[in-house]
């Protein structure tokens, strides 16, 4: 399905960004794998991952939120001279509070700066590559929480909500020159931050889901690399649910 592709994907050592890894060395895809701290084990982990399926994967190690590390990275792409096809916007967080009342503005700016504005860094500096290509895939990892108010608290549905209006626009501002812009919108999934949500609040989203169950990262992934590939090459400006059907 993405044979050929090259790919930038954040979030690499997260359940859903790991998971999107495999599925897209398993599709044919070479692939950036972007995770915040260098370490050996992720490094061998890709390097295995690369030799089962005859990818290139090339770990590349910044912190989303500081640009001047974000751009050092995309310089070092740049530098390899391979066509970036596709970016996966997949590093997020979580804030740790239930209530708007109680929550600083500065623990809110973390999470917009997270969930919102690095994605917006990666968009612009690697949609400038694209443009310069003329085609590209880009793909923003988002939730169900910026369409429908929650799960999580005010400023992850904000952030997400800003990154699907963001979605929304980006398709009709680089349609142009052949770059697609969708969103998907994960429901509850089992990976780390999805064991963050308490508990009466998991009963309640259990309790809407027509599929009783939580979502797994490899179910998310699916449908990423489907919105990466030319099998939805129709498709662009589209949020995608993957929510068991709430
Ligand atoms: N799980 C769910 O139920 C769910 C539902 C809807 C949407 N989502 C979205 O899906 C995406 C992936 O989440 P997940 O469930 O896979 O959670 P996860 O396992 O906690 O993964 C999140 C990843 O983002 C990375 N990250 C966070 N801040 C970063 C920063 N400043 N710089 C670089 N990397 C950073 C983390 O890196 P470290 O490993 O270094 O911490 C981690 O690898 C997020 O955008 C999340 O909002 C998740």
């Not at 070479?30 to 089962?52: P, S, Y």
């Not at 530098?79 to 509070?97: E, K, T």
């Not at 027509?210 to 992934?221: H, P, S």
């Amino acid at each position: 399905m993405l044979k050929g592709k090259n790919a930038i994907i954040t979030g690499a050592r997260g359940g859903i960004g790991r998971a999107t890894i495999t599925c897209f060395a398993r599709n044919g895809a070479n692939i950036w794998a972007c995770a915040r701290r260098e370490d050996l084990v992720f490094i061998k982990d890709m390097e295995k991952l690369g030799e089962k399926y005859g990818v290139e994967i090339w770990p590349l190690f910044f912190d989303v939120t500081d640009y001047s590390q974000l751009r050092r990275a995309v310089s070092q792409i740049m530098r390899q001279r391979i066509s970036v096809d596709v970016l996966i916007n997949v590093a997020g967080i979580i804030g740790d509070s239930t209530s708007f009342h109680m929550t600083s503005i500065d623990k809110m700016k973390k999470v917009m700066e997270t969930n919102f504005f690095s994605a917006t860094v990666m968009n612009q500096y690697v949609s400038h590559l694209m443009v310069k290509n003329n085609h590209g895939s880009i793909v923003n990892v988002a939730s169900i929480a910026g369409l429908d108010g929650e799960p999580a608290q005010y400023e992850y549905v904000a952030s997400k909500a800003a990154l699907i209006g963001a979605t929304r626009h980006l398709a009709r501002e680089l349609a142009p020159w052949q770059i697609r812009v969708n969103a998907v919108a994960p429901g509850m999934i089992e990976t780390t931050m999805g064991g963050k949500i308490d508990k009466s609040l998991r009963e309640h989203m259990l309790s809407k889901m027509i599929i009783k169950r939580l979502g797994t990262a490899d179910e998310v992934a699916n449908v990423i690399a489907f919105l990466a590939s030319d099998l939805s090459s129709y498709m662009t400006g589209q949020v995608i649910r993957v929510d068991g059907g709430i």
